[in-house]
Nanobody
Framework: QVQLVESGGGSVQAGGSLRLSCAASGYNIRYLSMGWFRQAPGKEREGVATIEWDERTVYSDSVQGRFTISKDYTKNTLYLQMDSLKPEDTAMYYC????????????????WGQGTQVTVSS
């Protein structure tokens, strides 16, 4: 079983930065497909960024060039560095993982965290 706990959300002004963390337990993240997803009020959940076992990364068009996903194997933690934040980035952000390669990239992760709120004001 994989447990995921997010942290690092908060309120920032447009143009600011935040770093989200996702502490994993129960499994070595080196062998997990992992990703960040977000859901704004009244909207469907969307994929933000994913990272695979071989560290191949995929970003949504809306965050490409502004967000960076990474893994810290020593801390068994996933990160999302968010720069140049925009009001439209406001959402609940979720960390997710799966033991099967590529599944998070397909938004088909089996394990989910509880989420952390990000609010960007203009």
């Amino acid at each position: 079983q994989v447990q995921l706990v997010e942290s690092g959300g908060g309120s920032v002004q447009a143009g600011g930065s935040l770093r989200l963390s996702c502490a994993a337990s129960g499994y070595n993240i080196r062998y997990l497909s992992m990703g960040w997803f977000r859901q704004a009020p009244g909207k469907e959940r969307e994929g933000v960024a994913t990272i695979e076992w071989d560290e191949r990364t995929v970003y949504s068009d809306s965050v490409q060039g502004r967000f960076t996903i990474s893994k810290d194997y020593t801390k068994n933690t996933l990160y999302l560095q968010m720069d140049s934040l925009k009001p439209e980035d406001t959402a609940m952000y979720y960390c997710a993982a799966d033991r099967r390669y590529g599944y998070c990239e397909r938004s088909d992760c089996g394990y989910w965290g509880q989420g952390t709120q990000v609010t960007v004001s203009s």
